[in-house]
């Protein structure tokens, strides 16, 4: 944040019309759910001069009055709970898993690190226990010093002042999905607008259309497909004829000179 200060106004989370917004010292860890296990960022305490208020960074209210470009910095999606690295969200879109796989996926993951941890935990009090032993020939003094000879036992893996494991559901992540498909919408419906290729390779096919059916007669359906098998135009037709076809070439070079991309070059057919 301190980058961006120099090039931008930060807004004030109250939304005074003359913020002055600056840092109020170090805030709060935030638990950041990832594909390797849970994380931790720190968020500052921000101070807004003007109103003498105070809110944390992270706090997702003031991070949707920052221009996207500040947002996409974060290595997370935050909600006010809890928060998604974005790993788990390109994860779950990578693999088409439902999301209670997922998240089974993630618990497990985070548990097993507890678990690591844990056994770090055992074998540093064994190597103490060694070293008072004197196992390895070595003199130390702990004996003298210490009453007690019992550690503490590690905390349980839920326990908010020890581990503060945490644990994600299917429905926390197919919210978390959702939020973001309304985030990129604009950008995806865009990309799947400018679909182009310069090598097409286009067919009829009855087989999806035989149900549909018409007093006219039988429809096909005709698809064309780019160099990397993206389905450019499917549209439905009542005859095999060039003829048929021409509104949709019609439409797709229009799509290409709206976008000033160079047309196809290549066009293999069915016949
Ligand atoms: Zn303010």
């Known amino acids: 944040m301190s980058r961006l200060k120099n090039n931008y ?4 989370l109250h939304g005074c019309p003359h913020p002055q917004v600056v840092s109020a010292g170090v805030g709060r860890p935030r638990v950041i759910v990832g594909t390797s296990g849970q994380y931790y960022i720190l968020s500052s305490r921000l101070c807004c001069k003007s109103c003498r208020k105070n809110w944390f960074a992270d706090s997702p209210r003031w991070l949707e009055k920052l221009p996207r470009r500040f947002i996409n910095l974060l290595p997370a999606f935050l909600t006010y709970k809890k928060a998604i690295c974005k790993s788990v969200m390109d994860e779950l ?7 209670t796989d997922m998240a089974n996926k993630v618990n497990e993951l985070m548990h097993l690190k507890y678990e690591g941890a844990h ?3 055992l074998q540093a009090i064994e190597s103490v226990w060694d070293a008072e032993a ?6 130390t003094i702990g004996q003298f010093i210490r009453k007690s000879n019992t550690p503490y036992p590690f905390s349980s893996y839920e326990d908010p002042n020890g581990w503060c494991g945490i644990s994600v559901s299917g429905f926390y992540l197919t ?9 990129q919408e604009p950008a995806l419906s ?3 607008q400018g679909t182009f290729g310069q090598v097409f390779r286009s067919d009829h096919t009855r087989k999806v259309a035989r149900k549909v059916t018409l007093a006219s007669g039988i429809m096909s359906s005709y698809a064309i497909m780019n160099e990397h098998w993206l389905i450019v135009s499917w549209v439905m ?9 021409e509104p949709m070439y ?3 070079a229009k799509r290409y000179n709206d976008a000033g991309v160079e047309k196809a070059g290549f066009h293999w057919v069915d016949r």
């Open 9 to 12: 106004n930060l807004p004030c």
């Open 93 to 99: 879109r990578r693999t088409g898993k439902s999301p």
């Open 119 to 121: 056994l770090a935990y």
């Open 134 to 139: 004197e196992v390895h020939g070595q003199k």
């Open 175 to 183: 919210d978390c999905l959702l939020e973001e498909y309304k985030r």
């Open 190 to 192: 865009r990309l799947l």
């Open 237 to 245: 037709v009542q005859s095999e004829s060039e003829r048929s076809l």
């Open 250 to 252: 019609q439409g797709m």
